[in-house]
């Protein structure tokens, strides 16, 4: 495998790191170095650059991203195709695939599903209104970002809908457990097959498995085409019936029985977050003759093998070789004999009697069905029914199926359109929903939808600014009317993530763009929170804002503003004499007390700011300042901290002065000095002829204490001539 690890692309991206690696392409982190952001490169495979259809897939990729601008889609910045390297830039997104949330989570809340699902059918519609279909819609290729939001990824086997060009390679592709039927039948997909997969996606997320799993790739297809999956409440009973229904409608394997538009399961997805409790009348929820036979093995034959699906979190690709395709119609002969024996021994199928259900779908009774010599086989039961989607008078429902296989003369129930009564939609713009809906039921209609919101920045807000159908036209009574009300709310905004407590601005300017945002002014403020870690933003998290905005933010400087701390200092022990201490910051007086000079500790609370700020404590004695401690206080640090710390001390301990009368004054200066008594005064007295030469007096006496710095005065005997 081919690494650009350490290599620098077209002078700009700098390649970090491998984050990904799929069957045709590797995905790596890198640096761009013009704008200043990490962007996620995705390169096609070196064995691949020789194969046109690889890099045909590869280059449609680009192409179907670079026509999408939505918040929920992961954004293409570059792309470059070569003929020794291609490469498209996207963003690089901070999170994981839906996959490994629901692997993580088991079963996830329905309230959360809803709001995954939500996100993801919006990134739909919008690709959808651009022509392009996804048609490989799974977990894996849905990313989940911290803040809740999703980003849906991965176009590599996308196409514009408007194409209708198929291959045997592109039959089936896509992964398997999530695939439509149509897909796995290899016919021409359209966005329905997108909601089908949405579909597969809700029900993993509500149960946490798989609608349809086998060991084999194929026999998984074949359920697609064929098996009913189990309802979702049977697996988890706290799913709401109304989730549950929307789910089901997604998966029907009748495209024209599922959802039309992303937007149309919007609508009742909205629905059901108004009003948890509802219950949908869909009418092929209730099963009257259940279909039991299987679509023909021909189509299979055509579409299907295990080499066409693959589970990987990045699209698989195969290679066009001829032992590869020896393999898989070997595979697929295999598997056609043992359904065509199954067939054949233990049903009707084969017997002459039985013959095929065409395909009425879509076709009008009165002039394609109806006393159509074609169909004389066949009796019909018909039900008229109401339909926004599809014309008057076209077939919205068969049953059986077409290609089952049923006797003659069979009765097939047809659920078409009805004709009803037409009439003009009046003018509504510039009301209130509940006067438009008012006048929109004097006027005969009978089926007026929810009112949608939709952004107006001319409009005010809550009035209506159209419908749909629109105003003026004519159309049948029971069409559903969708009522369009003003909101200043505009849908392309994008939601401001949660940037506080991120460790660095450029982790802040990561998640902005993310979200296609930008990042404003980075301003410092003191705090004792780690350098660079967000304090605060602009724009509150979560509000709604126009794409490009700028957040400007305040991060920690890494210095509080005050910190505070407590400092010990011992004081002198001079036999517990007492004294007061004062202890000073910056030269001024913060605490003083009188204290015991016994040896003991002094515990002094500080409270300042900045760095270097001069503390020191002193004892007076006898109206003398003496130093007994000294440091510098570093105030940036929380709790303070004490350096340079001096404790050494100026206080003069106090000592016993010995008693030297009667000494000789030798004798005397001798005891004294080595006391500590070094300040000897001597003076004479008269004395008796006794004390001739000797103390007679002493001051202090001996016995008292004084400090040894004192002076010492003795007298010395002499005798009176």
Aim: hydrophobic share 35%; proline share 4%; glycine share 6%.
């Amino acid at each position: 495998m081919d690494s650009y690890v350490g290599k620098r692309l077209d002078g700009r991206y700098e390649i970090k790191e491998i984050i990904g690696v799929g069957g045709m392409a590797i995905v790596y982190k890198a640096y761009d170095n013009i704008d200043d952001r990490i962007v996620a490169v995705k390169i096609l495979k070196e064995e691949f650059l020789a194969n046109e259809e690889f890099r045909r897939r590869f280059k449609n990729e680009s192409k179907a991203i670079a026509v999408l601008s939505h918040p929920n889609i992961v954004k293409v910045f570059d792309v470059s195709f070569g003929d020794r390297l291609q490469y498209i830039v996207m963003e690089y997104i901070e999170g994981i695939t839906l996959k490994e949330y629901i692997e993580q989570q088991k079963v996830i809340n329905w309230k959360e599903a809803v709001h995954f699902t939500t996100q993801i059918l919006r990134a739909l519609q919008h690709a959808h209104d651009k022509g392009i279909v996804h048609r490989d819609v799974k977990p894996q290729n849905i990313l989940l970002l911290q803040n809740g939001n999703i980003k849906v990824t991965d176009f590599g086997i996308a196409r514009f809908s408007r194409s209708e060009t198929r291959t045997m390679t592109e039959s089936a592709i896509g992964s398997v457990h999530y695939i439509s039927p149509e897909q796995a039948r290899g016919e021409i997909t359209d966005d329905k097959a997108d909601i089908y997969s949405v579909g597969v996606v809700m029900y993993e997320m509500l149960t946490g498995e798989l609608p349809f799993q086998s060991d084999s790739a194929v026999s998984v297809a074949i359920m697609q085409l064929q098996a009913e999956a189990k309802q979702p409440r049977e697996i988890n009973p706290e799913i709401p019936l109304g989730l549950e229904q929307i789910t089901m409608r997604a998966m029907q394997k009748n495209p024209k029985e599922r959802y039309q538009s992303a937007a149309e399961m919007l609508l009742d997805l909205d629905e059901f977050k108004r009003n948890p409790a509802i219950k949908f009348d869909y009418r092929y929820f209730v099963d009257d003759e259940p279909t039991k036979f299987i679509n023909k093995p021909s189509q299979l034959s055509s579409s299907i093998s295990s080499d066409d699906f693959d589970d990987d979190d990045y699209e698989e690709e195969q290679k066009n070789t001829i032992p590869v395709l020896i393999g898989v119609l070997s595979a697929l002969l295999v598997v056609l004999l043992l359904i065509m024996g199954f067939l054949f021994f233990f049903t009707d199928v084969f017997k002459s009697e039985k013959i095929e259900v065409p395909d009425f779908l879509g076709l009008y009774y009165e002039n394609d069905i109806r006393d159509n010599p074609e169909y004389k086989d066949f009796k019909f039961d018909v039900s008229y029914v109401n339909s926004s989607n599809s014309k008057s008078g076209q077939v919205l429902k068969q049953s059986p199926y077409a290609s089952a296989k049923v006797k003659k003369g069979s009765t097939i129930k047809l659920d078409v359109v009805s004709g009803g009564t037409k009439k003009t939609i009046p003018d509504i713009s510039g009301l209130d929903y509940a006067t438009a809906e008012q006048k929109l039921v004097q006027a005969g209609f009978t089926n007026i939808g929810k009112p949608v919101k939709k952004y107006d920045p001319r409009a005010e807000k809550g009035t209506v600014i159209g419908c749909e159908p629109s105003e003026g036209k004519k159309v049948d009574v029971s069409t559903t009317i969708i009522i369009y009300v003003a909101t200043d709310e505009n849908e392309d905004d994008v939601e401001v993530p949660r940037l506080i407590d991120l460790k660095s601005p450029q982790d802040a300017k990561t998640f902005l763009n993310s979200a296609d945002l930008e990042l404003g002014e980075v301003t410092e403020k003191e705090s004792n929170l780690p350098k660079g870690q967000v304090l605060s933003q602009s724009i509150d998290p979560k509000r709604k804002v126009a794409r490009g905005t700028k957040v400007n933010i305040v991060v920690s400087s890494g210095v509080p503003s005050v910190s505070s701390g407590t400092v010990t200092v011992t004081l002198p022990n001079d036999s517990s004499l007492s004294g007061v201490a004062t202890a000073y910051l910056n030269n001024e007086n913060i605490y003083s007390r009188t204290v015991v000079l016994d040896g003991g500790s002094w515990n002094i609370p500080v409270q300042g700011t900045g760095a270097n700020n001069k503390f020191k404590v002193v004892v007076t004695k006898d109206r003398q300042n003496y130093k007994i401690y000294e440091c510098n206080i570093d105030f940036t640090k929380n709790p303070a901290v004490a350096t340079g710390v001096n404790t050494s001390s100026d206080y003069p301990l106090s000592a016993v002065v010995p008693d030297v009368l009667g000494k000789t004054e030798q004798e005397a200066r001798t005891i004294l000095s080595n006391a500590g008594f070094k300040n000897i005064s001597k003076s004479e007295m008269i004395s008796t002829s006794a004390n001739d030469g000797k103390v007679v007096t002493q001051n202090p006496k001996g016995g008292a204490k004084a400090v040894p710095t004192d002076k010492v005065e003795i007298a010395i005997g002499k005798p009176l001539i």
